[in-house]
């Protein structure tokens, strides 16, 4: 699979298309220009960013995911095609009548994978896994044993104990370097859920009504633990992240290519999220048993 670019534009600049291309128009500068085809993901983050109705009609017909910031340069908008697959309409259907068990036993491997993955990511940095380990044997169907919410109290407190650290949305630093690079994780999911042809909005286990992608929340459980390395690495190195500055967004907007092992070979993310959102529609569709997952280096 060709790997696709995110781009970002945090300046003032105007951006159109001509014969294919993304064009870039700024104050006092030559126009640049980037092939549409090798777009993955555009990043508008700067509230002087003019672009045409005919550009976003064209990114989404590319199936390019634009996303939007808020005034603390935190994704908070996604824009994703309407119709990605050509088979779109029998996949929601298969999709819909999914059964319960069926579902639970989706939602026991995703979270037997993120817990695993969770474990890896301990044992990478040479910290102690040994209880999140026996931990992964007692995940039930359905993970009715809530196995997931224990893992993530004894991670955390593990994973950032030398800064005492708390996962909450709204905590101090490094919460907010994770909520950044958990957007850009969830819009690669959305988006290789729209190219599968399932439905974003219906999950198979996260289900708020105020909540429009919760089966993407429900995917990206087990390729959560990749961006954590990311931000341990930044975080433990002295790094200054009380705000996200150009550097930091730089080092996090590398999440959709980074190194995943996937079946035995290794893939960028953005890659291996489409397999696994594949194989979600083979596994609701009883083509098969075993959902694609990933696994820690």
């Not at 209880?131 to 997931?148: A, H, M, P, Q």
């Not at 909520?179 to 190219?195: E, F, K, P, Q, S």
């Not at 150009?246 to 290519?257: A, F, G, Q, R, V």
């Amino acid at each position: 699979m060709i790997v696709k670019k995110t781009v970002c534009f945090s300046n003032l600049c105007q951006l159109h298309t001509r014969q294919k291309q993304l064009v870039i128009k700024k104050e006092d500068q030559q126009d640049k220009t980037i092939p549409i085809e090798d777009i993955g993901f555009l990043i508008l983050d700067h509230y002087g960013i003019t672009i045409s109705h005919t550009t976003l009609a064209v990114m989404l017909e590319n199936n390019v995911a634009v996303i939007t910031t808020d005034s603390t340069h935190m994704p908070v908008g996604l824009f994703l095609p309407l119709s990605g697959n050509t088979v779109q309409g029998e996949r929601f259907r298969e999709q819909i009548k999914a059964s319960v068990p069926l579902k639970k036993q989706a939602w026991k491997q995703i979270v037997t994978s993120k817990v695993t993955n969770q474990s890896k990511t301990l044992e990478n940095f040479g910290l102690q896994n040994n209880v999140i380990k026996r931990l992964i044997t007692k995940i039930l169907s359905g993970d009715t044993s809530n196995v997931e919410a224990q893992a993530a109290k004894i991670y955390w407190t593990i994973l950032f104990d030398p800064i005492n650290f708390k996962r909450y949305r709204y905590g101090k630093p490094p919460n907010n370097l994770l909520n950044y690079g958990y957007a850009i994780l969830r819009a690669v999911v959305a988006r290789a859920l729209v190219g599968t042809g399932l439905l974003p909005s219906l999950g198979i286990h996260h289900h708020n009504r105020y909540n429009a992608y919760p089966l993407a929340d429900d995917v990206m459980e087990p390729y959560r633990p990749f961006v954590d390395e990311i931000v341990w690495n930044i975080a433990m190195n002295e790094y200054d992240i009380s705000d996200i500055t150009t550097e930091l967004k730089m080092e996090l907007l590398s999440i959709p290519n980074l190194p995943v092992k996937l079946e035995g070979e290794t893939v960028s993310l953005m890659s291996a999220v489409s397999r696994t959102t594949a194989s979600l529609y083979q596994f609701l569709s009883h083509k098969t048993k075993k959902l694609v997952l990933p696994t820690c280096g």
